[in-house]
């Protein structure tokens, strides 16, 4: 039995208790949920639906649950139900019913876990957007594995998702782009306020080798080909980088299309409609401390150039009418500032800014190799990027490990921890799992096991402490994967796939699952082999949601 489908006995049992008082059953909701209790010897669920009926039928909540505990009694697979505190429901399964689940594991398979908690939401998430001025540092990889994880989570909660990459290619720090590459193709040191590293050469070369007569035309004719070529070189790696870390966007948007399209003054043009736009000394405002924001924010300066604000209120209009009920925006810790004025712009727009608009703030990653931080790359000069973490640890172990941790919390990755092909190493930890699962299957074909018929599945025989165990951590992922994704945090299913492989490990080691030598096969061993299978789904479509491989072998 599913926690679904014992919710739903649940909902069942508590008609039947109103119908019978002759009470309205539209004070039922449309569904429930059972949970695991703190204390495993509370039994293996419990309800508070009589809690939450009590006020609403004029019952008490004790009465109401004693009648609960008789109908759901009742219900087939529920070995004994008991009241606690004020009104708690304490419910047990018999061994069938709590075994059964194994067999539904496996036939669902990758369906396992998803759900329609989120069924009805249609969200635009933006995540990574760096500037293409460089390759992508550290702090963007974070958001890369917890954005892919997160727009991974949101569909299997039922979610329709589009991603999002932003490419700010407009403004000055395209100009110093541009004019750092210039400079490094006349063999010049980078401006002040330029980019420096090895990149910057490289990409100056490759344009040079694109257009060879670029340094015989005057400086802006020069610096203007080397923007538009530059540009176009550094969107060409920022994206294959990405794609090979196993993240792929919906839409690439460039803010040069926002410019060229007219969208800044389609969007000035709404926000006048509003009411919220005023001029002062020749620049043109938005009032958005009318919604909270500290100070008023200019759209265009007296001198006529858009501010970078004003593309930031084109394209979420831009977005809005793509369609998407609530833009979701992921940004590095520098961008606290950030959210009171967009907040205050979408409500400009007629918004409801905690309705439609969703900012999540990333914090600082750093990578240490014996407790200092690895030094910078050569390539980039100044930062780590995507390729050093791969090149240290792993797409896995840095999926893992940049998904593993709330992403308002700083980390440290640590190379030494994360390349050990040791328990103690979290990733190896899970995929292990996944491994020896794998490894169970392949010896159990060998020696002629299968799982057999399924109508010849006989759950009752998952009786030893270890299986049920075992059983009620299959149990949780679909409600894991509900909250990660209402919550956004796919750190939820990496902890919890740390629990389940540490439940298998015990179940493993105390229930074999292979006969040994001539042993005869039985029931048990197709049983537990249902069990071993049903792991490995769980793990697999666990690490699926974290963008991380379930390998056969290891």
């Known amino acids: 039995m599913t926690p679904a489908e014992l919710a739903a006995a649940v909902l069942s049992a508590a008609h039947a208790v109103l119908a019978d008082r002759g009470l309205d059953r539209a004070a039922l909701p449309e569904r429930t949920v059972v949970e695991r209790p703190r204390n495993p010897e509370h039994g293996d669920y419990a309800s ?24 759901l009694g009742r219900a087939p697979g529920v070995k004994s139900v008991e009241i606690a505190g004020p009104g708690f429901l304490n419910i047990r399964l018999d061994a069938a019913a709590a075994g059964q689940l194994a067999r539904s594991i496996v036939e669902a398979g990758p369906a396992y876990g998803r759900g329609d908690a989120l069924a009805g939401q249609r969200l635009n998430l933006e995540f990574v957007s760096s500037n293409p001025t460089g390759p992508v540092h550290i702090g963007g990889v974070r958001w890369a594995a917890v954005g892919d994880a997160l727009s991974r989570l949101l569909r299997a909660a039922g979610a329709e998702v589009g991603t999002e990459y932003y490419f700010n290619d407009a403004g000055s720090q395209i100009d110093r782009f541009a004019r750092s590459l210039l400079a490094a193709a006349k063999g010049e040191p980078a401006p002040e306020d330029g980019y420096g590293g090895a990149y910057i050469a490289e990409i100056a070369t490759e344009v040079r ?35 090979e870390f196993g993240v792929e966007f919906d839409t690439y948007f460039n803010e040069k299309d926002l410019h060229d ?8 043009a709404r926000l006048r409609e509003q009411g919220h736009v005023f001029e002062t000394d020749g ?32 394209y979420y209009l831009d977005k809005r009418e793509r369609g998407f009920d609530r833009i979701v925006i992921m940004l590095g810790a520098d961008h606290h500032g950030y959210i009171g004025r967009m907040k205050a712009m979408a409500a400009c727009f007629g ?13 600082l990653v750093n990578l240490v190799r014996d407790g200092a931080p690895v030094r910078m790359s050569k390539r980039a ?15 896995d172990a840095s999926r893992y490990a940049l998904a593993r941790y709330s992403s308002d919390s700083p980390i440290d990755i640590d190379v030494e921890l994360w390349t050990r092909a040791t328990r103690d190493n979290p990733v190896y930890y899970v995929q292990y799992v996944a491994a020896r699962t794998a490894s169970v299957g392949r010896n159990a074909a060998e020696v002629g096991l299968t799982r057999g018929d399924a109508d ?28 990660a994704a209402e919550l956004r945090e796919p750190h939820r299913v990496a902890r919890y796939l740390e629990g389940l492989a540490g439940a298998y490990h015990r179940f493993y080691d105390n ?44």
């Not at 004029?58 to 004693?66: C, M």
């Not at 399209?261 to 000035?268: I, N, P, S, T, V």
């Not at 918004?351 to 990333?362: A, Q």
Request: proline share 4%; charged share 30%.
């Open 48 to 71: 508070t639906l009589a809690l939450q009926l009590s006020k609403k039928v004029g019952v008490p909540p004790r009465e109401l649950a004693a009648e609960l505990a008789e109908q």
């Open 209 to 243: 080798n694109r257009r060879p007569d670029v340094l015989d035309l005057d400086d802006a004719a020069a610096q203007e080909v080397y923007r538009v070529e530059g540009v176009q070189l550094m969107f060409v790696e920022i994206k294959s980088s990405l794609r």
């Open 261 to 268: 399209q007219g969208k800044l003054d389609q969007a000035l």
């Open 283 to 314: 620049a043109v405002w938005l009032r958005t401390t009318d919604f909270g924001d500290d100070k008023d924010r200019v759209l265009r300066k007296s001198n006529g150039e858009w501010t970078y604000f004003a593309a930031d209120c084109a």
């Open 351 to 363: 918004d409801d800014p905690d309705t439609n608009l969703e900012i999540l703030i990333g914090q």
């Open 381 to 395: 000069g100044t930062v780590v990027t995507l390729e050093d973490l791969v090149d240290a640890i792993g797409i």
């Open 456 to 483: 010849a599945f006989r759950p009752e025989l998952l009786a030893h402490e270890k299986e049920n165990e075992l059983l009620k951590a299959l149990a949780e992922f679909p409600a894991v994967v509900a909250s």
């Open 511 to 554: 229930c074999r699952i292979l006969p040994r030598g001539d042993e005869e096969i039985t029931d048990l061993h197709r049983a537990r082999l249902w069990l071993n299978d049903a792991t490995r789904t769980v793990i697999a479509n666990g690490l699926y949601l974290l963008g991380v491989s379930a390998p056969e072998r290891m």
